[in-house]
Protein backbone atom coordinates (compact mmCIF):
# COMPACT_ATOMS: atom_id res chain seq x y z
CA UNK A 1 0.00 0.00 0.00
CA UNK A 2 1.01 3.16 -0.75
CA UNK A 3 1.22 5.81 2.09
CA UNK A 4 -1.85 8.05 0.47
CA UNK A 5 -3.49 4.92 0.80
CA UNK A 6 -2.71 3.91 4.22
CA UNK A 7 -3.51 7.58 4.97
CA UNK A 8 -6.56 7.65 3.81
CA UNK A 9 -7.94 4.47 5.17
CA UNK A 10 -7.15 5.72 8.33
CA UNK A 11 -8.97 8.72 7.65
CA UNK A 12 -12.70 7.84 6.99
CA UNK A 13 -13.13 6.97 10.38
CA UNK A 14 -12.56 10.96 10.93
CA UNK A 15 -15.58 11.60 8.03
CA UNK A 16 -18.06 8.62 8.53
CA UNK A 17 -21.23 10.58 8.45
CA UNK A 18 -19.46 13.82 9.13
CA UNK A 19 -18.87 16.64 6.19
CA UNK A 20 -15.32 18.17 6.45
CA UNK A 21 -11.78 18.29 4.93
CA UNK A 22 -9.70 16.29 6.68
CA UNK A 23 -7.58 19.64 8.12
CA UNK A 24 -10.75 21.54 9.58
CA UNK A 25 -10.28 23.61 11.95
CA UNK A 26 -13.06 23.10 13.41
CA UNK A 27 -11.70 19.41 14.23
CA UNK A 28 -15.04 17.87 13.93
CA UNK A 29 -13.22 15.31 11.79
CA UNK A 30 -10.85 14.89 14.67
CA UNK A 31 -14.12 14.50 16.90
CA UNK A 32 -15.47 12.04 14.20
CA UNK A 33 -12.53 9.73 14.81
CA UNK A 34 -12.23 9.82 18.46
CA UNK A 35 -15.75 8.42 18.52
CA UNK A 36 -14.31 5.72 15.92
CA UNK A 37 -11.52 4.13 18.21
CA UNK A 38 -12.95 4.73 22.13
CA UNK A 39 -15.63 1.48 21.26
CA UNK A 40 -15.64 -0.80 24.04
CA UNK A 41 -11.80 0.98 25.11
CA UNK A 42 -10.08 -0.90 21.81
CA UNK A 43 -12.03 0.35 19.19
CA UNK A 44 -14.06 -2.82 18.37
CA UNK A 45 -17.24 -2.38 17.21
CA UNK A 46 -19.55 -5.59 17.95
CA UNK A 47 -22.62 -6.63 16.26
CA UNK A 48 -25.40 -7.66 18.19
CA UNK A 49 -26.61 -11.28 17.06
CA UNK A 50 -30.25 -11.24 14.89
CA UNK A 51 -29.24 -7.55 14.15
CA UNK A 52 -31.06 -4.05 15.64
CA UNK A 53 -34.48 -5.44 15.59
CA UNK A 54 -33.28 -8.09 18.15
CA UNK A 55 -31.78 -4.81 20.31
CA UNK A 56 -35.43 -2.99 20.36
CA UNK A 57 -37.37 -6.25 20.99
CA UNK A 58 -35.16 -7.24 23.61
CA UNK A 59 -35.98 -3.44 25.47
CA UNK A 60 -39.05 -3.09 24.47
CA UNK A 61 -39.99 -6.95 26.51
CA UNK A 62 -38.20 -5.23 29.27
CA UNK A 63 -40.26 -2.14 28.89
CA UNK A 64 -43.46 -4.15 29.20
CA UNK A 65 -42.00 -6.48 32.14
CA UNK A 66 -41.39 -3.41 34.09
CA UNK A 67 -45.04 -1.79 33.27
CA UNK A 68 -44.18 0.72 30.45
CA UNK A 69 -47.11 1.55 28.16
CA UNK A 70 -45.36 1.58 24.26
CA UNK A 71 -47.36 3.57 22.15
CA UNK A 72 -46.24 3.44 18.45
CA UNK A 73 -47.74 5.40 14.65
CA UNK A 74 -47.97 8.31 17.12
CA UNK A 75 -46.14 12.18 16.00
CA UNK A 76 -45.33 13.95 19.30
CA UNK A 77 -46.34 17.62 18.57
CA UNK A 78 -45.84 19.52 21.73
CA UNK A 79 -43.01 19.28 24.73
CA UNK A 80 -43.70 21.30 27.87
CA UNK A 81 -41.87 21.33 30.83
CA UNK A 82 -41.99 23.61 33.85
CA UNK A 83 -39.80 23.15 37.27
CA UNK A 84 -41.60 20.27 38.89
CA UNK A 85 -43.69 18.35 36.24
CA UNK A 86 -43.48 17.81 32.17
CA UNK A 87 -46.49 16.93 30.12
CA UNK A 88 -46.11 15.28 25.73
CA UNK A 89 -48.88 15.69 23.29
CA UNK A 90 -48.84 13.46 20.22
CA UNK A 91 -51.45 12.47 17.85
CA UNK A 92 -51.93 9.11 16.85
CA UNK A 93 -54.62 6.82 15.09
CA UNK A 94 -56.86 7.81 17.96
CA UNK A 95 -56.60 11.35 17.79
CA UNK A 96 -54.74 13.81 20.07
CA UNK A 97 -53.73 12.71 22.88
CA UNK A 98 -51.66 13.69 26.21
CA UNK A 99 -49.76 12.68 29.22
CA UNK A 100 -48.36 14.21 32.12
CA UNK A 101 -45.14 12.94 33.62
CA UNK A 102 -42.73 14.17 36.69
CA UNK A 103 -39.83 13.43 33.87
CA UNK A 104 -39.32 13.60 29.86
CA UNK A 105 -36.59 11.82 27.74
CA UNK A 106 -35.96 12.75 24.22
CA UNK A 107 -34.69 10.05 22.05
CA UNK A 108 -35.12 12.94 19.25
CA UNK A 109 -32.59 15.03 18.28
CA UNK A 110 -31.65 18.17 19.86
CA UNK A 111 -33.28 20.13 17.03
CA UNK A 112 -36.26 18.83 16.81
CA UNK A 113 -36.47 19.00 20.50
CA UNK A 114 -35.95 22.74 20.51
CA UNK A 115 -39.02 23.15 17.91
CA UNK A 116 -41.49 20.66 19.88
CA UNK A 117 -40.35 23.01 23.07
CA UNK A 118 -42.18 26.03 20.64
CA UNK A 119 -38.94 27.66 19.95
CA UNK A 120 -38.46 29.59 16.49
CA UNK A 121 -35.64 29.48 14.06
CA UNK A 122 -34.24 26.63 14.99
CA UNK A 123 -31.08 25.76 12.57
CA UNK A 124 -30.53 22.40 11.48
CA UNK A 125 -27.36 20.34 11.36
CA UNK A 126 -26.08 18.62 7.68
CA UNK A 127 -25.47 15.07 7.71
CA UNK A 128 -23.46 13.72 4.72
CA UNK A 129 -23.72 10.26 3.70
CA UNK A 130 -25.32 7.92 1.26
CA UNK A 131 -26.62 4.49 2.42
CA UNK A 132 -27.31 1.49 0.40
CA UNK A 133 -28.38 -1.73 1.13
CA UNK A 134 -27.95 -4.88 -1.58
CA UNK A 135 -29.35 -8.43 -1.20
CA UNK A 136 -27.35 -10.78 -2.97
CA UNK A 137 -27.80 -14.67 -4.03
CA UNK A 138 -24.05 -14.40 -3.37
CA UNK A 139 -20.66 -12.98 -3.17
CA UNK A 140 -19.37 -11.33 -6.26
CA UNK A 141 -16.23 -12.56 -7.16
CA UNK A 142 -13.19 -9.74 -7.12
CA UNK A 143 -11.35 -8.46 -10.15
CA UNK A 144 -8.04 -8.72 -7.31
CA UNK A 145 -8.74 -12.91 -6.55
CA UNK A 146 -9.54 -12.41 -3.70
CA UNK A 147 -12.09 -14.71 -1.98
CA UNK A 148 -14.83 -12.27 -1.41
CA UNK A 149 -15.97 -14.29 1.80
CA UNK A 150 -12.53 -12.77 3.64
CA UNK A 151 -12.36 -9.36 1.40
CA UNK A 152 -15.80 -8.28 3.11
CA UNK A 153 -15.94 -10.07 6.45
CA UNK A 154 -14.35 -6.39 8.08
CA UNK A 155 -14.41 -3.15 5.61
CA UNK A 156 -13.91 -3.33 2.15
CA UNK A 157 -12.71 0.12 0.77
CA UNK A 158 -13.44 1.76 -2.38
CA UNK A 159 -11.87 5.08 -3.69
CA UNK A 160 -11.01 6.09 -0.13
CA UNK A 161 -7.41 6.91 -1.29
CA UNK A 162 -6.21 10.65 1.25
CA UNK A 163 -6.13 12.30 -1.88
CA UNK A 164 -9.26 10.87 -3.29
CA UNK A 165 -11.07 11.71 0.60
CA UNK A 166 -10.11 15.30 -0.52
CA UNK A 167 -10.91 15.12 -4.13
CA UNK A 168 -14.50 14.25 -2.84
CA UNK A 169 -14.87 16.47 -0.40
CA UNK A 170 -14.02 19.87 -2.53
CA UNK A 171 -16.38 18.67 -5.36
CA UNK A 172 -19.48 18.48 -2.39
CA UNK A 173 -18.43 21.88 -0.98
CA UNK A 174 -18.28 23.51 -4.46
CA UNK A 175 -22.41 22.24 -4.71
CA UNK A 176 -21.48 18.95 -6.93
CA UNK A 177 -21.92 14.95 -6.17
CA UNK A 178 -18.66 13.77 -6.66
CA UNK A 179 -17.68 12.10 -10.08
CA UNK A 180 -15.51 9.01 -8.12
CA UNK A 181 -17.54 8.90 -4.82
CA UNK A 182 -15.77 7.28 -1.47
CA UNK A 183 -17.44 4.45 -0.45
CA UNK A 184 -17.09 1.54 1.83
CA UNK A 185 -18.84 -2.12 2.04
CA UNK A 186 -19.92 -4.11 4.93
CA UNK A 187 -21.27 -7.84 4.67
CA UNK A 188 -23.37 -7.71 7.66
CA UNK A 189 -24.55 -11.11 7.11
CA UNK A 190 -20.86 -12.89 7.22
CA UNK A 191 -21.27 -11.97 10.86
CA UNK A 192 -24.49 -13.10 11.77
CA UNK A 193 -26.33 -15.05 9.09
CA UNK A 194 -29.35 -14.72 11.40
CA UNK A 195 -30.32 -11.38 10.09
CA UNK A 196 -31.30 -13.60 6.75
CA UNK A 197 -33.65 -16.27 8.21
CA UNK A 198 -32.87 -19.44 7.86
CA UNK A 199 -34.44 -20.32 4.46
CA UNK A 200 -32.03 -17.36 2.73
CA UNK A 201 -29.12 -18.08 4.53
CA UNK A 202 -29.05 -21.33 3.28
CA UNK A 203 -29.53 -20.35 -0.13
CA UNK A 204 -26.12 -18.90 0.13
CA UNK A 205 -27.55 -15.26 0.18
CA UNK A 206 -25.59 -12.15 1.66
CA UNK A 207 -26.39 -8.34 2.84
CA UNK A 208 -24.06 -5.85 1.35
CA UNK A 209 -24.42 -2.40 3.10
CA UNK A 210 -22.36 0.50 1.09
CA UNK A 211 -21.66 3.86 2.73
CA UNK A 212 -20.72 6.49 0.94
CA UNK A 213 -18.63 9.59 1.84
CA UNK A 214 -19.31 13.33 1.24
CA UNK A 215 -22.87 13.19 0.51
CA UNK A 216 -23.88 16.08 2.39
CA UNK A 217 -27.84 17.16 2.75
CA UNK A 218 -27.20 20.35 0.76
CA UNK A 219 -26.75 18.15 -2.72
CA UNK A 220 -29.79 16.66 -2.02
CA UNK A 221 -31.99 19.71 -1.83
CA UNK A 222 -32.99 20.88 -4.94
CA UNK A 223 -33.84 18.05 -6.85
CA UNK A 224 -33.73 14.88 -3.80
CA UNK A 225 -34.63 11.83 -6.59
CA UNK A 226 -32.58 12.81 -9.39
CA UNK A 227 -29.79 13.43 -7.02
CA UNK A 228 -30.51 10.07 -5.25
CA UNK A 229 -30.35 8.42 -8.31
CA UNK A 230 -27.31 10.13 -9.83
CA UNK A 231 -25.25 9.79 -6.31
CA UNK A 232 -26.17 5.74 -6.52
CA UNK A 233 -25.61 5.05 -10.28
CA UNK A 234 -21.74 6.70 -9.19
CA UNK A 235 -21.56 4.69 -6.15
CA UNK A 236 -22.68 1.52 -7.65
CA UNK A 237 -20.42 2.02 -10.53
CA UNK A 238 -17.37 2.46 -8.45
CA UNK A 239 -18.47 -0.75 -6.61
CA UNK A 240 -19.08 -2.78 -10.10
CA UNK A 241 -15.02 -1.30 -10.80
CA UNK A 242 -13.39 -3.82 -8.41
CA UNK A 243 -15.83 -6.80 -9.12
CA UNK A 244 -14.77 -9.60 -11.61
CA UNK A 245 -18.28 -10.45 -12.75
CA UNK A 246 -21.55 -7.29 -12.76
CA UNK A 247 -22.95 -6.22 -9.85
CA UNK A 248 -26.77 -6.89 -11.38
CA UNK A 249 -26.29 -10.64 -12.06
CA UNK A 250 -25.96 -11.06 -8.06
CA UNK A 251 -28.65 -8.91 -6.99
CA UNK A 252 -31.61 -11.19 -5.69
CA UNK A 253 -35.25 -9.23 -7.19
CA UNK A 254 -38.14 -8.92 -5.27
CA UNK A 255 -41.74 -10.43 -6.06
CA UNK A 256 -42.24 -7.59 -8.42
CA UNK A 257 -38.74 -8.50 -10.61
CA UNK A 258 -37.48 -5.10 -8.86
CA UNK A 259 -33.31 -5.51 -8.08
CA UNK A 260 -33.26 -5.46 -4.25
CA UNK A 261 -31.51 -2.28 -3.38
CA UNK A 262 -32.31 0.22 -0.96
CA UNK A 263 -30.65 3.31 -0.90
CA UNK A 264 -30.95 6.35 1.43
CA UNK A 265 -29.71 9.87 1.34
CA UNK A 266 -29.87 12.63 4.03
CA UNK A 267 -33.21 14.07 2.20
CA UNK A 268 -34.73 10.78 2.83
CA UNK A 269 -34.21 9.88 6.30
CA UNK A 270 -35.06 13.65 7.08
CA UNK A 271 -38.46 12.69 5.34
CA UNK A 272 -39.00 9.03 6.23
CA UNK A 273 -37.36 8.82 9.94
CA UNK A 274 -37.44 12.70 10.82
CA UNK A 275 -34.11 13.08 11.34
CA UNK A 276 -33.01 16.72 10.79
CA UNK A 277 -30.76 17.11 8.02
CA UNK A 278 -30.36 13.52 7.30
CA UNK A 279 -28.03 13.51 10.26
CA UNK A 280 -27.45 10.49 11.82
CA UNK A 281 -25.72 11.83 15.17
CA UNK A 282 -28.72 13.98 15.25
CA UNK A 283 -26.42 16.75 15.30
CA UNK A 284 -22.26 17.29 14.88
CA UNK A 285 -21.23 15.33 17.26
CA UNK A 286 -19.22 16.74 20.53
CA UNK A 287 -16.01 16.27 22.17
CA UNK A 288 -17.06 12.97 25.14
CA UNK A 289 -14.70 14.39 27.98
CA UNK A 290 -14.75 17.34 30.36
CA UNK A 291 -13.70 20.41 29.28
CA UNK A 292 -13.61 22.41 32.41
CA UNK A 293 -14.86 21.51 36.16
CA UNK A 294 -18.35 22.83 35.79
CA UNK A 295 -18.40 19.91 33.23
CA UNK A 296 -17.07 17.18 35.28
CA UNK A 297 -19.59 16.50 37.25
CA UNK A 298 -22.67 16.07 34.37
CA UNK A 299 -23.43 13.09 33.15
CA UNK A 300 -23.81 14.97 29.22
CA UNK A 301 -28.01 14.90 29.33
CA UNK A 302 -28.61 17.69 30.29
CA UNK A 303 -30.65 20.60 28.76
CA UNK A 304 -30.95 23.37 31.38
CA UNK A 305 -34.80 21.86 32.32
CA UNK A 306 -34.43 19.62 35.69
CA UNK A 307 -37.29 17.70 34.29
CA UNK A 308 -36.39 17.02 30.56
CA UNK A 309 -33.34 14.81 29.58
CA UNK A 310 -31.82 13.72 26.50
CA UNK A 311 -31.08 10.19 26.02
CA UNK A 312 -30.48 9.31 22.55
CA UNK A 313 -27.72 10.29 19.93
CA UNK A 314 -27.79 13.91 20.23
CA UNK A 315 -26.08 13.68 24.14
CA UNK A 316 -22.78 14.87 24.88
CA UNK A 317 -21.41 11.33 24.68
CA UNK A 318 -23.73 10.56 22.16
CA UNK A 319 -23.36 9.28 18.92
CA UNK A 320 -25.90 6.51 18.31
CA UNK A 321 -24.83 3.37 18.09
CA UNK A 322 -23.26 3.04 21.95
CA UNK A 323 -26.46 3.37 23.83
CA UNK A 324 -24.54 5.28 26.17
CA UNK A 325 -26.96 8.27 25.86
CA UNK A 326 -29.90 6.02 27.13
CA UNK A 327 -27.54 4.80 30.26
CA UNK A 328 -26.41 8.07 31.26
CA UNK A 329 -30.00 9.13 31.16
CA UNK A 330 -30.86 7.02 33.90
CA UNK A 331 -28.45 7.55 35.67
CA UNK A 332 -28.90 11.16 35.79
CA UNK A 333 -32.46 10.37 36.40
CA UNK A 334 -31.28 8.11 39.10
CA UNK A 335 -29.05 9.55 40.57
CA UNK A 336 -30.92 12.74 41.11
Not at 72 to 78: E, G, K, N
Not at 214 to 225: E, I, T, V, Y
Not at 240 to 263: K, M
Request: proline residues 5%; contains cysteine.
Amino acid sequence: FTDDTVRGVVATDAIIGTFAGLHDESLIQNRCFLYHLIGNGTGEWRVPVGGMGAVTDALAAAARRAGASLVTDAAVTSVQVDGSRGSVTWLGGDGERSVDCSWVLSNVAPSTLATLRGQTGVEKPEGSQLKVNLLLNHLPALKSGDDPAQAFAGTFHIDEDYSQLEAAYRSAAAGELPAVPPSEVYCHSLTDPSILGPELAASGAHTLTVFGLHMPARLFRADPDGARETALAATLAALDDVLAEPLADCLLTDAAGRPCVDVKSPADLEREIYLPGGHIWHQDLEWPFAEDDADAGRWGVETGHPRLLLCGAGTRRGGGVSGIGGHNAAMALLRG
